[in-house]
Each structure stands twice: as structure tokens, then as C-alpha cells.
């Protein structure tokens, strides 16, 4: 399932901001299994219901303890968030980062292994959301 299409397809013009309107797209063709939950959204240019369904599916390779398929969700967050324009950015940061990081925190399966992959800028986005709300 870990491809090379987030380098390929999506980022390699990298002055071009992906869009909310371009995520339910990535999000489909990198992890073919949102696609059924992603279906049944109501209005697929959402971007918050869409991270929703992101964030769960992520939370199901964790609980699953499918560290590779996790790695490769933080991936996808993690270019979601350096190249999104604002809209995609937000989405990211108060769905997907608000929700993953207290699962992250708390883990208790394979807690040290998840903990390592959780890194780069959704831990410190993370940090500074734990920092704001003097937790």
C-alpha cells in the first residue's frame, strides 16, 4: 500500500498549494480504502468532514498496530500541511492533529513505536496546541 504517489503526483510542482478541493482526490488515491467513507459524505468539498475520515481510518491502522500504513497517513498529513493553502492547513491542524494527538499520546499499542513516527510538523503543530491550551 506505501507508494511513491504523494512525491509523484501530487507534489511535484512545488509552488502549486494543494486545494481543498484536491484532497478527497489525494486522500483516494493514496489510501484506496477511504474511498467507501469518503462516498458516503454528504458533500465531498468538505475538507473537515473529509479529514474526519481521514483521522478514522488512521485511527483503525493504529489500533490495528499497522505502523507502516500509519507512517504512511503522517506522510500524506505531513505534505497536506507544508504545501495546503490555508483552508487545507487549518483542516489539518484542528481535525487531523487535534484528534490524532491525544490517540497518540495515550496509545498503549506499540506506544514508543507510534510515538517515534509522530514527528516533524504534526508533533510540533501537536506541541503547540498541548502549549495553547496549558495542558
Do not use: W
Not at 110 to 126: A, D, H, M, P, V
Request: charged share 25%.
Amino acid at each position: 500500500m506505501e507508494n511513491c504517489n504523494v512525491n509523484n503526483r501530487i507534489y511535484n510542482n512545488i509552488n502549486k498549494m494543494i486545494t481543498e478541493n484536491e484532497v478527497t482526490d489525494i486522500l483516494g488515491e493514496e489510501l484506496p480504502e477511504i474511498n467507501n467513507e469518503l462516498e458516503k459524505l454528504p458533500s465531498s468539498n468538505n475538507i473537515y468532514k473529509t479529514m474526519e475520515c481521514f483521522v478514522d481510518l488512521t485511527k483503525q491502522f493504529i489500533c490495528k498496530g499497522n505502523l507502516k500504513e500509519v507512517k504512511h497517513c503522517f506522510r500524506i498529513a505531513e505534505k497536506m500541511l507544508a504545501n495546503g493553502n490555508n483552508t487545507v492547513k487549518n483542516a489539518i491542524e484542528n481535525v487531523y492533529v487535534y484528534s490524532l494527538g491525544t490517540v497518540v499520546a495515550l496509545s498503549s499499542l506499540k506506544t514508543n513505536k507510534l510515538k517515534e513516527i509522530f514527528t516533524g510538523s504534526l508533533r510540533t503543530e501537536y506541541n503547540k496546541q498541548v502549549c495553547a491550551s496549558g495542558i
